[in-house]
Structure formats: C-alpha cells, structure tokens
C-alpha cells in the first residue's frame, strides 16, 4: 500500500485560512469515508483532529475541518493561530491496512 | 484521566527481539479496538498493526508481516507488541493508540526502540 500524497510544507499568516490536501486513489481516500487528520507538534505524540473525513472530536475547535472529493481530502485550517504551527498527517483506511501521508509541516509565518 | 503508557523500547541489536508494553487507564480498555503505530526518527506516521476488542481480528503491515505479534490482555487493561527478527529499518518511536471509528483518537506517549549493532 502506497503512502498518501500530502504537500511537504504549506505557510500562511495569522488570521489567514489554509488547506492541506491529501491525495490517494480509488482503494482508500476514494473508496471509504474513514479519513482521519493529526496534528503533531514537535517530540509529542499526534493528536487527532478530523476523523470520517469530517468529524471534529471533542475539544477540537471549528476551526479545523476537513472535506474529501474523489480521491482526494482536505484540511482547512482558518483563522491561523501561531499554535497551530506544526506537522499535519491524513489517514485512511484501506481495507485491513490503514495508510498515512508523509505530512505536511505548517509555518505560521 | 485518559492514558496509555507505553514501556519495553530500549537497544536492541540486528535479528533480536523486544517487547513492547501499552498499559491503559482512564476508560474502558476492553471495549476499544488498538493498535501501534511507529515513526522512525525526521521521518512521518506508519500504521503497523491492529487488534479487535476480543482478539479475534488481528492486522499487520507489510513491513512487519510475520516478525511481529499483537496481543492484548483486558483483565490486565494491556496492549502488547512482540517483535523479533528485528532490522535496522523498524528503529522508531512506537505508539499505542485507541481506535475510533477507523481512527487513532488516543496516543501514547511513545517507546523508542534502536535496532543497531
């Protein structure tokens, strides 16, 4: 199983909004609705932000939200907070694998 | 307050064996699926293997495939990783983590395991 496509680094500003894509193909971002995304900030462990493509788990502000279309998923990240600088990985079941991105490193500029 | 806590990494040399520990507290262990999910050191997150509530559903990545074994022990609220045959390539952080929904919602802190010689 192949590892999802993310960018390596996205930046933006305060306050700006910014999207992280997630590029698999018709065996896992496609084909189910079981997209996850974490955020991990350096020498801890990831948190989850976003699972079933869409979902924000308790305590995760509705800042974050994420959307899939075909193959492809999302992270939109609004309102830019310098805390929230910091590795974003996406997910997805494949069937009995589950199969990540490489990350995405965000700069809050 | 929700944990798991990891335990078992350390030094290890090419073709040995390790145990890794996961031990849980705070919610129902027995009613969650888990898994492990390793990083080797600057590189990103790689799923590794799952196991079900009762045990009766077991999955592992290819790169692990017939070297390591999942297990759990409800009674004792733990989670365990076997692994031998080891190589260079499996020297990673390696994280437990609840399942939810096809999802990893609750992580470890983590165990390091160095495979050299």
């Known amino acids: 199983q192949s590892a999802l496509t993310q960018p390596r680094s996205v930046s933006g500003s305060p306050g700006q909004s910014v999207t992280i894509s997630c590029t698999g193909t018709?065996?896992?971002?496609?084909?189910?609705?079981?997209v996850s995304w974490y955020q991990q900030h350096p020498g801890k462990a990831p948190k989850l932000m976003i699972y079933?493509?869409?979902k924000r788990p308790s305590g995760v502000p509705d800042r974050f939200s994420g959307s899939k279309s075909g193959n492809t998923a999302s992270l939109t990240i609004s309102g830019l907070q310098a805390e929230d600088e910091a590795d974003f990985y996406c997910?997805?079941?494949?069937?009995?694998?589950?199969?990540f991105g490489g990350g995405t490193k965000l700069t809050v500029l | 307050e929700v944990q798991l806590v990891e335990s078992g990494g350390g030094l290890v040399q090419p073709g040995g064996s390790l145990r890794l520990s996961c031990a849980a507290s705070?919610?129902?262990?027995?009613?969650?699926?888990m898994n492990w999910v390793r990083q080797a050191p600057g590189k990103g997150l790689e799923w590794v293997s799952y196991?079900?509530?009762?045990?009766?559903?077991?999955y592992y990545g290819d790169s692990v495939k017939g070297r390591f074994t999942i297990s759990r022990d409800n009674a004792k609220n733990s989670l365990f990783l076997q692994m031998n045959s080891l190589r260079d390539e499996d020297t990673a952080v390696y994280y437990c983590?609840?399942?939810?929904?096809?999802?990893?919602?609750?992580w470890g802190q983590g165990t390091l395991v160095t495979v050299s010689s």
């Open positions: 983590a609840s399942d939810w929904s096809y999802a990893f919602d609750r």
């Open positions: 705070g919610f129902t262990f027995s009613s969650y699926s």
């Open positions: 196991i079900s509530t009762s045990s009766s559903i077991i």
């Open positions: 018709s065996s896992d971002v496609g084909r189910y609705n079981y």
């Open positions: 079933d493509v869409s």
């Open positions: 997910c997805s079941y494949a069937g009995s694998p589950w199969v």
